[in-house]
């Protein structure tokens, strides 16, 4: 009789690939806490970061590269996630974010000689204001021109990057001679080890931290705002602030991945922030699944590793190009097909087959 | 509260819950609203009645302040002004909608625990973080959510998401959520669209009963008998325009209500056009 407030019947998957997904639930008479044991999603968590505890030390630095590459993206698309599947507004130009972030941190590490964990905080904080403005026209313009108006603000970055080549060195951008983010020496890491367990940590609080955020009274109404903006301000939501607030944390945390990215890479160019570069991120949200976490994680590792992919099959010149077109395609097919992204359509499928001996 | 803006009619008793001074409004070129004067008291159930298109739910729209008008509302003699929609939810404007406004993919439980908003305390920072305060405030609101959906009767309907809920579930899950901020006026616009009339009469007895005696409830109704039998003041709009207010036998005794809305027919029968919201929405 007691079914989960988190699981209505397959009504919203999203909900249930939330790290740990609300917890309560009624018994007939009252809201009861469901105990930890019995939240498969929260065990199912636990184990994957367990996994990515572990990771470092069984495949190659070179592989760990590249799967700190896909977690650096993940939280980006995990902000754009709470913008797009939460709060249903759009961002096209989340990939200029990241690069903002990306290049403040670099600016400040290079030029300023900061150290890397107070760069890192100062590029979430320039790009949650960035963030902030471009949701100003977002409280006038919607859907479709608010995609169009994002997507000019991506295409405009890597012009104000060379427009500024003082700061921002131009076309060939800022390198560092190597990551500023290595291990203490006693620690007997790699830095591609301290880097990925650092990202594992970092992607985690990221998360955590949106789920709190998209549940609880916060939660309802951003979800108010989704689908019913009217409805929501006769509820007694600020419409206009929250819009500005989400658009500003979805900002920020796509900054946050960007000064990492660009940190353990030691390196930015205004090419890797093009326009295409947003509308990978997009692609990556909506085939990943915009209303699950989880989406995130498989979006960016979609992005990540169909380029290489893509190599090897057809040889290494054409590969950028066909990626893209791949890209497009998985946007319209997932659209298509699976609505709710992969990891939607996955947690869809296990609540089903994990529900019905539940039922009796 | 500026003294000039205390009701000159009702001096020593509290004002009234609502007050229009003048209230107007156009779209586009159609008058939707036209020089509204009325007064709705505290406390009990009061109902502005009128046919389609006059422009009741543009008026709920007003009080809400979806819509900029001309003219002046007061709230318990406050006026609203230009306040926001979320300024005035929080000052104990709630409302449900025409046709329900939910949260479809959530739990009836969710729907109603959005309800308490309003008066959240709980900032970004503590949703964030999970603070103590988050963890507090809304066990309190699910709980209280739970209760008020235990009094309407559909407490084994919590979990449940109500996108697959029956009309008159999710009108009662509606009606909830806006008992679930405490307010102290409480416009209902045609809950009992789509129910029967002995239903439709326990709801409004319910929620008069849940909400108590600091709410006010102002009801939109298209079946006059019920309105006639609950509503201590009954405001009658045709066409944007106030046709009559008072207080039912009142009503029922004006000719021009009579003979411009009600027509022929004695008031206690259903008149062809009271039917159109039942049909409209029943399932
Ligand atoms: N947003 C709008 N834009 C233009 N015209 C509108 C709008 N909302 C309402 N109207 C018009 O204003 C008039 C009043 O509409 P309203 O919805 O307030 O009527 P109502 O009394 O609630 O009718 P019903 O009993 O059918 O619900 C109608 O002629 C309607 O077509
Ligand atoms: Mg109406």
Redesign the pocket.
């Known amino acids: 009789m007691a079914t989960s407030i988190s699981e209505p019947a397959g009504a919203v998957p999203a909900t249930q690939a939330a790290p740990g997904a609300a917890s309560a639930l009624t018994t007939p008479g009252r809201v009861v806490h469901r105990p930890i044991w019995r939240r498969p999603v929260t065990w199912a968590w636990t184990a994957l970061f367990v996994v990515g505890l572990l990771l470092p030390f069984l495949i190659s630095d070179y592989d760990l590269f590249k799967a700190t590459r896909v977690l650096t993206i993940a939280i980006a698309v995990a902000g754009l996630n709470l913008l797009i599947g939460r709060a249903g507004q759009i961002s096209a130009g989340h990939g200029a974010l990241y690069g903002l972030g990306a290049y403040t941190a670099m600016i400040l590490v290079k030029e300023l000689d900061w150290a890397w964990p107070l760069a890192v905080l100062a590029a979430v904080a320039v790009s949650g204001v960035a963030g902030w403005l471009i949701g100003l026209p977002a409280l006038r313009v919607r859907g479709l021109n608010l995609g169009l108006l994002t997507i000019a603000i991506a295409a405009v970055f890597p012009l104000l990057l060379n427009r500024f080549s003082g700061l921002t060195g131009g076309t060939v951008g800022l390198q560092l001679a190597g990551s500023p983010i290595t291990p203490p020496e006693s620690w007997g890491l790699t830095p591609e080890q301290f880097q990925f367990l650092l990202l594992v940590l970092v992607v985690t609080v990221v998360l955590v931290v949106l789920r709190n955020l998209s549940t609880g009274p916060l939660g309802r109404s951003i979800e108010a705002l989704r689908v019913n903006p009217l409805m929501a301000r006769s509820e007694g939501v600020d419409v206009n602030r929250l819009t500005l607030t989400v658009f500003g944390i979805s900002s920020a945390v796509a900054g946050l991945g960007g000064a990492l990215g660009g940190l353990v890479l030691a390196s930015t160019v205004p090419d890797s922030y093009s326009m295409f570069f947003s509308l990978t991120l997009l692609s990556a949200c909506v085939v990943g699944g915009s209303r699950t976490w989880a989406g995130a994680l498989l979006g960016a590792a979609f992005i990540v590793y169909l380029p290489d992919l893509i190599s090897q099959q057809i040889g290494s010149t054409t590969g950028g190009q066909w990626s893209q077109l791949v890209y497009a395609a998985a946007l319209l097919l997932t659209l298509f097909f699976l609505p709710s992204g992969v990891a939607g359509g996955i947690g869809r499928l296990l609540a089903r087959s994990t529900r019905r001996p539940e039922r009796t | 509260m500026p003294a000039a803006a205390a009701p000159p009619a009702s001096s020593a008793e509290s004002p009234p819950a609502l007050g229009a001074r003048g209230v107007g409004l156009s779209?586009?070129g159609?008058r939707?609203l036209d020089g509204l004067q009325f007064e709705v008291p505290a406390g009990g159930t009061s109902a502005v009645i009128?046919?389609?298109?006059?422009?009741?739910?543009?008026?709920f729209?007003c009080i809400s302040g979806l819509y900029r008008h001309e003219g002046e509302l007061l709230l318990h003699g406050r006026p609203l002004g230009r306040l926001r929609p979320h300024q005035r939810a929080r000052l104990g404007v709630a409302r449900t909608f025409?046709t329900p406004a939910l949260l479809d993919g959530e739990s009836a439980l969710q729907n109603v625990a959005l309800g308490a908003v309003a008066h959240s305390r709980v900032g970004v920072l503590d949703s964030m973080l999970m603070t103590p305060r988050r963890r507090r405030e809304e066990q309190a609101t699910l709980e209280q959510a739970f209760e008020l959906l235990r009094r309407a009767g559909i407490d084994q309907l919590a979990d449940r998401p109500v996108a697959g809920l029956p009309h008159g579930d999710r009108r009662r899950v509606e009606v909830s959520r806006a008992l679930m901020s405490a307010p102290t006026l409480l416009m209902l616009?045609?809950p009992a669209a789509g129910l029967g009339a002995e239903e439709a009469r326990d709801l409004l007895r319910e929620v008069e009963e849940v909400a108590g005696p600091g709410t006010t409830v102002l009801l939109?109704e298209?079946d006059v008998a019920l309105v006639m039998s609950v509503a201590r003041r009954v405001v009658v709009?045709d066409s944007?325009r106030l046709l009559a207010v008072g207080t039912p036998d009142e009503v029922r005794a004006d000719p021009r209500v009579v003979e411009a809305y009600l027509g022929a027919e004695d008031v206690d029968e259903p008149a062809p056009e009271r039917l159109?919201?039942v049909s409209e929405e029943a399932s």
């Not at chain 2, 009128?50 to 008026?59: D, E, M, R, S, Y």
């Open positions: 779209f586009a159609l939707a009128g046919p389609n298109g006059a422009g009741k739910t543009t008026l729209n025409q616009d045609e939109v298209h709009l944007g159109h919201a």
